[in-house]
């Protein structure tokens, strides 16, 4: 019997703390953009979204690669989420 919850990115029959999903949130600056991830202390700094955007492709994609699950949140300048990317391992 699975007594753990399913969702999104969850195991089901395995305890919660093995389905974490690695989130990398791509943020605007108040002159450029930022690709931030817990992993890392300082955020990297790009000239434009596109930039940081493909940078947080390129780590999801790496992040995947090894086994973990990774999710690219890209936020735009007046705070709304524009749009998530799932990496699945």
């Not at 919660?16 to 690709?35: N, Q, T």
């Not at 492709?57 to 709304?80: F, M």
Request: aromatic share 6%; hydrophobic share 50%; with cysteine.
């Amino acid at each position: 019997m699975n007594l753990w919850p399913t969702a999104v990115g969850a195991l089901v029959g395995k305890p919660p703390e093995f389905a974490m999903i690695e989130v990398i949130y791509v943020e605007p600056l108040a002159d450029g953009w930022a690709v931030r991830h817990d992993s890392v202390e300082n955020p990297q700094v790009f000239s434009s979204g596109a930039k940081a955007e493909a940078a947080a492709r390129s780590l999801g994609a790496r992040l995947s690669s090894a086994g973990a699950a990774a999710e690219i949140r890209v936020v735009l300048r007046d705070g709304t989420l524009a749009g998530r990317f799932a990496c699945s391992p």
